[in-house]
């Protein structure tokens, strides 16, 4: 692997001083101009400038390591230095990521974003260390809606017997059984062939998502269901975590956090590029009333919340609903 060669190099060049650039490695599912791998890849450029050249960053787009479920191993493992993943490969890892992938938890991208930049992010991303991951930041993801080749979705009743593909997580099965649908877990790389084939009739994503993987193309109908608003996550492996410094683990953290702004803007971005494109191919987009899915999708809620500290940042995040801080 091309993370453990840069490891191994700085084993080797650990006792040298002063020390030759060190280039780390991170993954992501994305194309090289998505807003994750743009951020990502800023956070190498901040790296390389706070440390004078002595480490920089080489991020493999496109998902050209492997799915998120199999890079995200290989990080803890050490074999990736670092990897920027949605929640919901970390949901049967880690309990309190199932938090902020609750459906309808955050009533709004600002309150997402608050509850996130409050200690509360802080809190959860302190949990991945038990997994070998050292949680840098979390970067917006948007809000997630239902599309299919079907028709529009306006009620649940509309979803009975689609078969929707979801991200490998439990909480994701549940959530679109909940709603009456077949879930087929499924990594992102195969959903376009599969909605081609008919071997699903639709999936649920972001406007960014839908579009770049070119989904909207076979599934012509996007309902704006925006169940779910659960950030991406950017993390390093604790294996290479622990061979820096104090100083240059200070560097790495703030330099992923410097990221999140400039992440939030480019996202902004392309969530409006996304649409127009979606609108120009003719897509059908239709607004949902959510209060039914709403009912059904937060009673599965306490299947997935079943420790008293995933119950604890429920409950701090529902507190700072509707502005309170
Ligand atoms: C996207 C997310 C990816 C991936 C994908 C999926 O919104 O950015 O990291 O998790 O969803 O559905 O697999």
Not at 101 to 111: K, W
Not at 139 to 147: C, I, K, T
Not at 283 to 306: C, H, Q, R, S
């Amino acid at each position: 692997m091309v993370g453990a060669a840069a490891a191994g190099g700085m084993i080797a060049l650990a006792g040298c001083k002063p020390r030759l650039s060190n280039v780390f490695t991170s993954a992501d599912t994305h194309v090289s101009d998505y807003p994750t791998v743009q951020a990502v890849e800023r956070f190498g450029q901040l790296l390389s400038e706070r440390t004078n050249g002595r480490l920089g960053l080489k991020v493999f787009a496109g998902g050209q390591l492997g799915n998120e479920r199999d890079t995200l191993e290989v990080t803890a493992f050490g074999g990736l230095d670092f990897n920027r993943v949605n929640l919901a490969p970390l949901n049967s890892i880690e309990p309190t990521t199932r938090v902020p992938s609750l459906p309808f938890l955050f009533e709004s991208t600002e309150h997402m974003r608050t509850s996130l930049d409050s200690e509360i992010g802080d809190e959860i991303l302190a949990t991945l260390e038990r997994h070998g991951l050292i949680g840098l930041c979390f970067y917006d993801s948007g809000a997630r809606s239902f599309y299919n080749t079907r028709g529009p979705i306006n009620t649940p009743e509309d979803m009975r017997g689609l078969k929707l593909r979801v991200p490998g997580s439990d909480l994701y099965v549940a959530m679109v059984k909940a709603l009456g649908a077949d879930a087929v877990p499924m990594p992102l790389d195969e959903v376009y062939q599969s909605l081609s084939q008919g071997v699903i009739d639709g999936a649920e994503n972001n406007w960014p998502s839908f579009e770049n993987g070119r989904h909207y193309e076979v599934a012509t109908y996007y309902s704006l269901t925006r169940h779910l608003l659960a950030p991406e996550a950017f993390v390093m492996s604790k294996v290479s975590w622990d061979k820096l410094s104090a100083e240059d683990q200070a560097v790495v953290r703030q330099s992923a956090k410097d990221t999140v702004p400039y992440m939030r803007t480019l996202w902004d971005a392309q969530v409006e590029k996304s649409m127009k494109v979606i609108a120009d191919a003719g897509v059908e987009v239709n607004e949902v009333d959510p209060a039914p899915f709403t009912a059904l999708m937060t009673d599965m809620w306490a299947d997935f919340i079943d420790t008293p500290e995933q119950q604890a940042l429920v409950d701090r995040i529902m507190a700072m609903r509707g502005g309170n801080s």
